[in-house]
Nanobody, 120 residues
């Protein structure tokens, strides 16, 4: 079917940067919106950023000006450039995509998540 695989997480010091990638593969006809979500221990999952097929972006208030979402539609890949990282950014980051398959079924697909830890 469809798989989303994230990469790029890790341990970084406060003020540092990381770039997350998420590649979608499988029986994909097209992908509409793609996004990044995060879940910190003991907290609910929250939206970080989204990007439409047309390039329109949306960010959670706490990451505006620090994070940038982008996508390469030819590669079915979405990126999250994270600068000025703070300890409160520590979470498991997961990507999400609204996929239309070659069989014309439509659904949200999720990646398995990648850990981002911001600590000195």
């Amino acid at each position: 079917q469809v798989q989303l695989v994230e990469s790029g997480g890790g341990l970084v010091q406060p003020g540092g940067s990381l770039r997350l990638s998420c590649a979608a593969s499988g029986s994909i006809f097209s992908i509409n919106v793609m996004g990044w979500y995060r879940q910190a221990p003991g907290k609910q999952r929250e939206l970080v950023a989204t990007i439409t097929a047309g390039g329109n972006t949306n960010y959670e208030d706490s990451v505006k000006g620090r994070f940038t979402i982008s996508r390469d539609s030819a590669k079915n890949t979405v990126y999250l450039q994270m600068n000025g990282l703070k300890p409160e950014d520590t979470a498991v980051y997961s990507c999400n995509a609204y996929v239309i398959t070659t069989a014309r079924s439509q659904f949200y697909s999720w990646g398995q998540g990648t850990q981002v830890t911001v600590s000195s």
